[in-house]
T-cell receptor
Framework: AQTVTQSQPEMSVQEAETVTLSCTYD???????LFWYKQPPSRQMILVIR??????QNATENRFSVNFQKAAKSFSLKISDSQLGDAAMYFC??????????FGAGTILRVKS | GAGVSQSPSNKVTEKGKDVELRCDPI?????LYWYRQRLGQGLEFLIY????????KSGLPSDRFSAERTGESVSTLTIQRTQQEDSAVYLC????????????FGSGTRLTVV
């Protein structure tokens, strides 16, 4: 069974600084996908970034990038030039091909001005 | 519709009452998922519908929980004889048939059992 672990319940970052959120996962499949979702107070889950496990290149979306270490089953999210609007709960998730999303417990990110 | 719509946005109910939560997925999305999110916690999978296939009910926590879906459109999650531990946000999501691009989520229904 898939499992996703986020070991940081809460993180803080100064505006304009960089922060990294950690995530580890476990799966027995070779074909799987990894995601980071953002959940602001509005409760809306917003897809931040997606990584295909068969791709070695780390995914990047503007200020958001991942460090995907397949052998270590690690999938961390780096947010550069943090903005006040980045404050939210962040969830790491995995999906085995054709299966459902499995989520970690989440990390609350606070951004200080 | 343009997005996944859930109703009601908030629901307060008395312990022991039944509640129905509604989800209207994105048009054309054949897969529909229900998740539960307790306060400050991650998302727990409840049930998954894919077209006309039998639903995956493996996440339903008890027989008080059930869900239906009409064809490839609206879904209703029903909780019978609600308990205080049922208080949570119930999130619905939809996706294309086999989507490895993640899901589109609704804004959820916050259920409070008093």
């Amino acid at each position: 069974a898939q499992t996703v672990t986020q070991s940081q319940p809460e993180m803080s970052v100064q505006e304009a600084e960089t922060v990294t959120l950690s995530c580890t996962y476990d799966t027995s499949e070779s074909d799987y996908y990894l995601f980071w979702y953002k959940q602001p107070p509005s409760r809306q889950m917003i897809l931040v970034i997606r990584q295909e496990a068969y791709k070695q290149q780390n995914a990047t979306e503007n200020r958001f990038s991942v460090n995907f270490q397949k052998a270590a089953k690690s999938f961390s999210l780096k947010i550069s030039d943090s903005q006040l609007g980045d404050a939210a709960m962040y969830f790491c998730a995995s999906m085995e091909y054709g299966n459902k999303l499995v989520f970690g417990a989440g990390t609350i990110l606070r951004v200080k001005s | 519709g343009a997005g996944v719509s859930q109703s009601p946005s908030n629901k307060v109910t008395e312990k022991g009452k039944d509640v129905e939560l509604r989800c209207d997925p994105i048009s054309g999305h054949t897969a529909l998922y229900w998740y539960r999110q307790r306060l400050g916690q991650g998302l727990e999978f409840l049930i998954y519908f894919q077209g006309n296939s039998a639903p995956d009910k493996s996440g339903l926590p008890s027989d008080r929980f059930s869900a239906e879906r009409t064809g490839e459109s609206v879904s209703t999650l029903t909780i019978q004889r609600t308990q205080q531990e049922d208080s949570a946000v119930y999130l619905c999501a939809s996706s294309l048939k086999v989507s490895n691009y993640g899901y589109t989520f609704g804004s959820g229904t916050r259920l409070t059992v008093v």
